[in-house]
């Protein structure tokens, strides 16, 4: 099968980012209540989600990144209707240089320009501030 993405096509200027109070946004904000204010300010409250920080429409939001190789449909997201991409072969590995351990790497983001049909892909990983990392790409 193939993952769909789709939306009303209407140019790049009609996906803006998702306000702060979208409905799929809210339910991963967690709860500012009195009992955060005394025990957990200024942190966020414990409920806090870091999907809330996920500015785009639900609809462009995956649980799991695609597999290598899977097939991306692209509906309604072009002049023409449709078009597609598919996911990359590629398994980025992060070195920690000084402890000598692989820290995970997880696609967080696809960046798709379908008018030059092109797309990036944004991999995210987790290190402590100053550390020596090293990046090769199988």
Known sequence: GERCLGLFYLGWH??????????????????????????TSPRPPDDHSMRFYNLADERLQWELPPAAGETIGLRNLTPHGSAQLTWPHLRPRLQ???????????????????????YAVVWRAVSALGASLSLTVE
């Open 14 to 39: 009609n996906l803006p980012p998702m306000a702060g109070n979208a409905a799929h946004r809210v339910r991963y904000v967690g709860t500012w209540d009195q009992h955060w204010q005394q025990h």
């Open 96 to 118: 920690a240089v000084q402890q000598g351990t692989e820290l995970p790497l997880m696609a967080d983001t696809c960046i798709v320009d379908t008018e030059a049909q092109v």
